[in-house]
């Protein structure tokens, strides 16, 4: 399953009048990722994720999600995926577990472990309950629930049908530090046990802990698309901080990129023997390793790139 295409688009455009949401987009996830979509707000990540979903039309561009066209192919599509898209809706004078049962029953389709009867679907409730950490509330009235509480039974929602692909549009929001990193933690399990998840965000911190792909949103362009860990090579530079910084420049010898205080950035890629330099020179050190980019400051780099490409209208 590895290496397959599970979403696929191809210049995929909405326009709402004369505002274009998304501006040609080509999306490719593969099994196993668990792939960030990145962008400031107004990007066009959600409307990419309802178009995904056949919630919107897209204007123009093809979409294929678990090889099947969409929205043609969204019956046998649908059941397979499992979506929490802006902030979950639930009963709030039911239980989180009846409203889970409810949607269980109230879902297109029925595939592997779906279907069955009351028992069942109560049974299936309670099981993704635990999952998420609710499995101790289940039965109190989701209008007692926090806003991390409700993000979670959404969550579990989304998890009912033990879905090939997950897509998530901005799962973590509302949440505290802790509610986060139980999400997160939930995450990485998920894509552990081979779970495929596309998951909308604007916290890079997050997506850089989680992600194992990267796309990038600006103004409806996707200006990046690659794997984290390109993203985060090392740069071909190394990061040195010592007490001694006058004496490293001399030994350096034109070498030094750049110097802030006692740290020092120097145009020498293998750590190791620029270190075994300086140990040399007598240059005291106190850290030394390659430069690699934050997601960060990638992200704003080519974010950046663009901005001086407005054509005023
Ligand atoms: N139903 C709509 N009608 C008109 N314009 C819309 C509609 N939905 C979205 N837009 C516009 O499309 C653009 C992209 O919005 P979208 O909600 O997809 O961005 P986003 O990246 O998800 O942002 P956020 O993080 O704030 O949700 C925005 O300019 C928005 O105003």
Do not use: W
Request: charged letters at 25%; proline letters at 5%; aromatic letters at 2%.
């Amino acid at each position: 399953m590895t290496g397959q295409v599970v979403v696929a688009t191809h210049g995929l455009t909405k326009r709402y009048g004369g505002v274009t949401a998304v501006d040609a987009v080509d999306l490719q996830v593969h099994a196993g990722d668990v792939y960030g979509f990145l962008g400031a707000n107004g990007s066009g990540k959600t409307t990419t994720v309802r178009c995904l979903l056949g919630l919107v039309l897209a204007t123009s561009g093809s979409i294929e999600l678990l090889g099947r066209p969409m929205p043609a192919s969204a019956a046998s599509v649908l059941p397979r995926v499992g979506a929490l898209v802006e902030g979950p809706a639930a009963y709030g004078h039911l239980s989180g577990r009846r409203n889970l049962v409810l949607h269980d029953a109230s879902g297109r389709g029925e595939r592997g472990p779906a279907g069955g009867g009351r028992r069942d679907r109560t049974a299936r409730a309670q099981e993704v309950l635990e999952l998420v950490g609710l499995g101790a509330v289940g039965k109190r009235p989701v209008r007692a629930y926090s806003l991390g509480m409700r993000q979670r039974l959404g969550l579990a929602a989304a998890l009912l049908r033990r879905p090939d692909l997950l897509v998530l549009d901005e799962p973590t929001n509302g949440l505290d530090p802790q509610g986060i990193r139980e999400i997160r933690g939930l995450l990485l399990a998920l894509h552990a046990q081979g779970t495929t998840i596309f998951l909308s965000s604007h916290l890079l911190a997050e997506v850089e802990q989680v992600c194992t792909r990267i796309g990038l949103l600006d103004r409806g362009r996707l200006v990046l698309q690659e794997p984290l860990a390109t993203l985060r090579a090392p740069t071909g530079r190394t990061v040195v901080v010592t007490p001694d910084p006058d004496l490293a420049l001399t030994a350096l010898d034109g070498q030094v990129e750049g110097r802030d205080g006692e740290r020092l950035l120097v145009r020498v890629p293998d750590p190791a023997a620029l270190n075994a330099r300086l140990v040399e020179a007598g240059v005291r050190v106190a850290e030394l390793g390659p430069e690699r980019r934050t997601l960060e400051e990638v992200v704003e780099e080519r974010t950046h790139a663009r901005a001086g490409d407005e054509v005023p209208t």
